[in-house]
């Protein structure tokens, strides 16, 4: 009765890394927003609305007073409107307000002027650690290593029935006969995929912001 209890995990095993290639694929082309908190999604909103109403009518006191309040008074105002008037959130705004509570320049939890060097700009991303804005976009090779990972699973999963009538007799890969070992492996990547899906997300919000301050802080 265990070993049908393995098989279902094992199956499982295998929809459950489906389903993380459909979510990482959704949440960079359709949920990027979901990712953020009430709080950020309604700071998203007024921003975007007011550096809509700022860009088509010069006018920016309120878009000034909205962005002082949400990213602090020290934030460049400039860069602000730049991020929250793309017309894509995803693009700049939505990484700014995920993450602006680790910039750092030159120190300090704002900026008051321009930044002329990318280099003055940190991120904190621990206590102890502390690096510049990256400057290469990894999110092709951390999606890829997603997709090999849902292969494996499901090659894995099909070794674990095929070993029923045809045991692999190779010394060095005889652990496939046994489905408890294929089952943890299985776990094991979708668990991996878990790890870099949530650091591709981290990763790409970074370079984001990397190319706002390149771009738009000149």
């Not at 045809?166 to 496939?176: E, H």
Request: with cysteine; charged share 15%.
């Amino acid at each position: 009765m265990l070993i049908y209890l393995v098989f279902l995990m094992i199956f499982v095993g295998v929809t459950i890394a489906f389903y993380q290639v459909y979510e990482i694929h959704y949440n960079i082309n359709i949920g990027n927003d979901k990712k953020l908190s009430n709080a950020d999604k309604s700071h998203l909103k007024a921003l975007s609305e007011q550096a809509k109403i700022a860009t088509q009518t010069q006018g920016r006191a309120d878009f000034d007073r909205a962005a002082t309040s949400t990213l602090g008074a020290d934030f460049n105002r400039d860069i602000a409107l730049a991020a929250f008037a793309e017309e894509e959130e995803g693009c700049y705004a939505i990484p700014l307000l995920r993450r602006k509570a680790q910039l750092r320049f030159n120190g300090e939890s704002g900026v008051n002027k321009r930044i002329s060097n990318m280099s003055h700009i940190k991120v904190q991303h621990l206590p102890f650690l502390k690096t510049t804005l990256p400057r290469i976009n990894m999110r092709a090779a951390l999606i890829t290593l997603v997709i090999l990972n849902c292969f494996l699973v499901q090659l894995l999963a099909a070794m674990s029935v095929y070993t029923i009538s045809y045991p692999v007799s190779i010394a060095w890969l005889a652990w496939l006969n046994d489905p408890w070992a294929v089952m943890l492996l299985i776990y094991a990547f979708i668990f991996t995929s878990l790890l870099i899906s949530t650091f591709d997300r981290y990763m790409h919000d970074l370079y984001q912001l990397g190319k706002l301050f390149k771009t738009k802080a000149v």
